[in-house]
């Protein structure tokens, strides 16, 4: 009973989330919430690599640009129409994670991080390289046309991009909710907890920790692409180291080894740079710093761990 | 040749910077088995506090020692009231709290100290190009503090029985509480101590770079790289990986793909050796008990 | 029941939404009582450095409300942080133009921030006024009749170099180091105008640095070897004192030519060392506030006593807010031109008919001006040297 309950109460939160924003929001909060979802992609990609799988990756910045990019090229060079770019982005980004995931997990722990932070401060010296510069635009950038609502429904580009990127975002979310609960989600954790009994138990865990990786990077690489979809320019600058740490502020802040995390996660940082800066002009980014801290202290599993403790609270005294 | 021998000197000069973050790094980690990403904000405020000293008069020497010390203390006050809170916490939410003390430090000097590059002054003398123009006075003597610290590093860690007690804390704190180690008490040493040689990076570093309140953020991922091309166990590593990657650096700039990858390059280097040698150069492998 | 209220309140908000909407006609932002000024730049980041302008211009228009507005109106500045973040310029950009209903967008800061918004703002047809960032593209008031540059373009400024390095060394070997992005590419892009199919031949080495690059050390080291005698320098101060610390550590002296974004004596002559700055060539079209040569002069003088009242912590040895005084000076001056007509279509149309206003703190003899089909207010330069303690200005004044 209570188990199709909580799963009701779910579907009327996705409606509404959904919903109500769609036919109350003004343009410019449709942005921002549609930049929620392409975040939400991203830091669920994380949580997929560390959360779940436990491995530590500070790169996810690296695999949202290759989604960006790859969206922009298609998009400014090949004429492709914006839809079709997201299929496209997705799996070039989960090739580029299998291939950069094959070595690089060879190290564990703080290797791995190192590897992958290194990734990440490289994307945009490799953005801006002479051979590449016919393509991605260089340091100017790339800007793109936002898309209009298709067959003559009566939405404007803001309305539209948001319902196309939420269902393109809530696909992704229940696939990840379905991997999750799988054999291969169950490898993931045992992996991540007690990596020699795994093994010991038959678990491979190089294919396991590569097929993670990529997963993980093909989340970023749709989230990626949405996201300059909606912002509709892609430029170097956009996708410094500073990228790849606001996901992994979203992904501790959010609950690390959790679906719903990942949501909680974009919530914050997508607002609280805003509130943040409310705050106090003059230093927004040591009121972020202190706010995250804060949120370390008071939610150290994230804001999911959270949450389902105050679930489960209320199921407890029902 | 002699370009090739000179960018090989100057980037053992720059690669001494990096050295330095890296031993404060392998100090962390050896303390605490995490690494802190503030480091190098935290190096960076610690210089201004000694440039607001000489600039309020007090002699530069004086100004490094009481540096030091504040720094050292600042560095425990921090272990026990941002960190030790976090102990029982997963491993994640401290990485958070680490990125949250970059944001505060960098940010405060900013505002505390302006964004204006200051200039920053050398105890090794200002004077006229040596060595034929290789090296500056300054970048000799501060290569030569980086090694100064190193060796007392190492001496800490290899004869003293705090030394012994602070590694014993990291690797086992059950064990060592058991045989009467004040585990909480040898972190919060090893923070300060990081802390303080932070302290006197930062102040080797002003004067070839400048000091500005972002001079520390190009440097912590050499450092970082360096700290585990070296072996994030041996504060030895870490100065020779900190050093390599200098010197890498100029060499895959000026020679191999010029400077527009040099940065990728020095990165896949460091990727390659890992691969090889996983614990780094110098690193010892941990076996751990199933 | 409290479904239905919450909705009727729901719907009563996007029935609001809605009559706010049709409301904005050509006059937004502007109320018989003020007027509404947006404004972003970087608070956060590491570009933080360049927040400085937002806070002059807070205290700027503070001043002018405290003087007593403008038409009777006071000004209501907002000025919003976006981290030098494109997307995140986007985000704020929306913010302004649809959620506050500003007036206008004035001297938004940076290159690809500014590129991120050119098209949305000219489709919203909001007035993006005298931008910050002296990139070439900001003057094509034909396809983006609504964006309005301010200083003079680095391109331009880079062409200056070629030309005075073409007549003083005619048979130079040269080197060019430069930042990895929009405003060090503009610095080639002008060298290559002015020498063409020459180019490779005199610039034998060409280098390159990223921001975040902790020293440019080995970069010296290379074009010293170039066996080079020009060095022109497309920096940010840090990288530019650093370099002529270096090349005085290495013996190195070449003429050099340094980009005139470091040409601020507290950022990088004093940090580097006056005595080794010795005889390097760079333009200016603004007083210094560290030159002696202004210290008596009477805008300097009224800046100094606007500094000490509005900003009494500000760093007075920053170029960075006597730059935001003059860009401030000239968005007061055509606000005044507006008269009492406030609407977007006006407002534009007066920051494109400036005439000859000499604004404060720019170098004698330069001033600013704007027609319909030239959208560049500050066009001028004039080439200075270094002199023990100050810069000497040499030449005529360029481009005037």
């Given amino acids: 009973m209570t188990e199709n309950m909580s799963r009701l109460l779910r579907l009327v939160f996705i409606a509404a989330a959904l919903l109500v924003p769609l036919f109350f929001a003004s343009g410019y909060q449709l942005f921002q919430l549609t930049l929620v979802v392409a975040y939400a992609l991203s830091v669920l990609g994380k949580n997929l690599v560390t959360g779940f799988g436990g491995q530590v990756s500070l790169g996810q910045g690296a695999f949202y640009a290759v989604g960006a990019y790859t969206a922009a090229i298609l998009m400014e060079h090949f004429d492709v129409p914006y839809w079709a770019t997201i299929p496209v982005a997705a799996i070039t980004t989960g090739i580029v994670g299998l291939a950069l995931g094959l070595p690089a997990l060879r190290l564990g722990g703080l290797y791995l991080a190192l590897v992958t932070f290194a990734m990440a401060v490289s994307v945009p010296q490799l953005l801006k390289y002479k051979l590449f510069e016919n393509w991605t635009g260089g340091v100017q950038g790339i800007v793109l046309l936002k898309p209009d609502a298709p067959f003559g429904l009566s939405l404007d580009p803001d309305q539209w991009l948001y319902l196309f990127t939420f269902a393109v975002g809530a696909a992704l979310f229940l696939a990840a909710s379905n991997l999750v609960r799988s054999r291969i989600g169950l490898a993931m954790m045992a992996i991540r907890d007690q990596p020699l009994a795994a093994e010991a138990m038959g678990i491979e865990l190089a294919r396991y920790k590569t097929l993670t990786f990529g997963v993980g990077a093909l989340f970023a690489g749709v989230g990626g692409a949405l996201g300059a979809i909606a912002v509709g320019f892609v430029s170097p600058d956009s996708f410094t180291i500073a990228l790849s740490l606001t996901l992994f502020v979203g992904m501790v802040v959010g609950g690390a080894a959790s679906i719903s995390g990942a949501i909680y996660g974009a919530i914050f940082i997508v607002f609280m740079p805003n509130i943040a800066e409310e705050i106090s002009k003059a230093v927004p980014g040591a009121i972020f710093g202190l706010i995250l801290i804060l949120f370390m202290f008071f939610a150290p599993g994230g804001i999911a761990s959270l949450v389902a403790a105050q679930m489960r609270r209320l199921r407890l005294t029902r | ?290 | 029941m409290k479904r239905r209220t919450v909705l009727a309140g729901l719907g009563g908000l996007a029935a609001a939404n809605i009559i706010r909407s049709a409301d904005a006609a050509t006059v937004v932002g502007v109320t018989k009582t003020e007027i509404k000024i947006g404004h972003i730049c970087p608070y956060s980041g590491n570009a933080s450095s360049y927040g400085v302008g937002g806070k002059s211009h807070t205290a700027f228009f503070k001043r002018v409300n405290d003087l007593g507005g403008i038409a009777g109106r006071k000004i209501n500045f907002i000025s919003l942080d976006d981290g030098y973040n494109p997307a995140k310029t986007v985000e704020q950009t929306r913010r302004l133009v649809e959620q506050d209903q500003v007036a206008f967008l004035f001297n938004p800061l940076g290159t690809p921030t500014n590129t991120a918004i050119h098209k949305y703002i000219n489709s919203k047809k909001v007035p993006h006024l005298f931008v910050a960032t002296s990139a070439d593209k900001w003057g094509d008031y034909k396809n983006f009749p609504w964006t309005m540059g301010y200083a003079p373009s680095y391109r331009t400024e880079a062409q200056i170099y070629g030309k005075y390095i073409k007549a003083q060394r005619p048979n130079a070997k040269a080197t060019l180091i430069y930042q990895n992005d929009d405003f060090g590419k503009d610095y080639l892009h002008g060298l290559q105008d002015v020498y063409g199919k020459d180019f490779d031949k005199v610039f034998v080495k060409v280098v390159t640095y990223e921001s975040s690059d902790a020293t440019v050390d080995s970069q010296v080291v290379t074009m010293k070897d170039s066996g080079a005698d020009v060095m022109v320098t497309a920096c940010i101060p840090k990288y530019s004192a650093q370099i002529i610390r270096k090349s005085f550590d290495i013996g190195w002296k070449p003429l050099h030519v340094m980009s005139n974004v470091s040409a601020s004596i507290a950022s990088t002559i004093t940090p580097a060392g006056p005595e080794k700055a010795e005889g390097i060539v760079t333009s200016s079209y603004l007083k210094d506030p560290t030159d002696p040569e202004w210290k008596d002069a009477e805008d300097m003088k009224e800046w100094r006593a606007f500094m000490a009242k509005y900003i009494p912590d500000g760093d007075t040895t920053d170029a960075n807010y006597v730059y935001a005084y003059g860009v401030a000076s000239i968005m007061l001056a055509t606000l005044k031109q507006c008269g009492d007509d406030f609407s977007r279509e006006n407002i534009m149309k007066q920051a494109a008919n400036i005439k000859t206003v000499a604004l404060p703190l720019l170098l004698p003899g330069m001033s600013a001006a704007t027609t319909p089909t030239d959208f560049r207010p500050l066009k001028a330069l004039q080439l200075q040297r270094w002199k023990t303690n100050t810069w000497e200005r040499f030449g005529a004044i360029i481009g005037a």
Wanted: proline share 4%; hydrophobic share 60%; net charge positive.
């Fill in chain 2, 1 to 290: 040749m002699e370009g090739f021998l000179h960018q090989i000197i100057s980037g053992i000069a720059t690669g001494s910077i990096y050295a330095s973050i890296s031993l404060a790094l392998v100090m962390i980690f050896l303390a605490t088995h995490q690494i802190n990403f503030a480091q190098g904000e935290m190096a960076m405020f610690s210089t201004y506090i000694a440039l607001t000293l000489i600039q309020g008069g007090v002699p530069y020497w004086a100004a490094f020692v009481i540096t030091l010390v504040v720094s050292f203390v600042a560095g425990i006050i921090l272990q026990r009231t941002v960190l030790e809170p976090l102990a029982r916490a997963p491993i994640l939410a401290s990485v958070g709290a680490f990125l949250g003390l970059l944001l505060i430090f960098n940010n405060i000097a900013g505002w505390m100290f302006t964004y204006s590059l200051q200039p920053f002054p050398s105890p090794f003398g200002a004077g006229a190009p040596i060595l034929g123009g290789l090296l500056s006075r300054h970048e000799l003597g501060s290569t030569a503090v980086t090694l100064l610290v190193l060796i007392a590093v190492w001496a800490f860690f290899r004869f003293t029985k705090l030394g012994l007690a602070v590694r014993g804390a990291a690797y086992n704190p059950v064990s060592s509480r058991l045989v009467g180690v004040p585990v909480a008490r040898m972190l919060a040493l090893g923070w300060g101590l990081a802390a303080a040689i932070g302290a006197i990076a930062g102040m080797m570093v002003a004067p070839i770079v400048f000091l500005d309140p972002n001079m520390m953020g190009g440097v912590l991922l050499y450092a970082f790289a360096g700290a585990l091309l070296g072996g994030i166990t041996s504060p030895l590593g870490a100065v020779v990986g900190g050093v390599l990657m200098g010197v890498i650096e100029n060499i895959a700039g000026a020679y191999i793909v010029g400077t527009e990858l040099k940065l990728t390059t020095a990165l896949v280097i460091i990727v390659v050796v890992l691969v090889v040698k996983p614990t780094g150069l110098f690193g010892k492998s941990l076996a751990s008990r199933v």
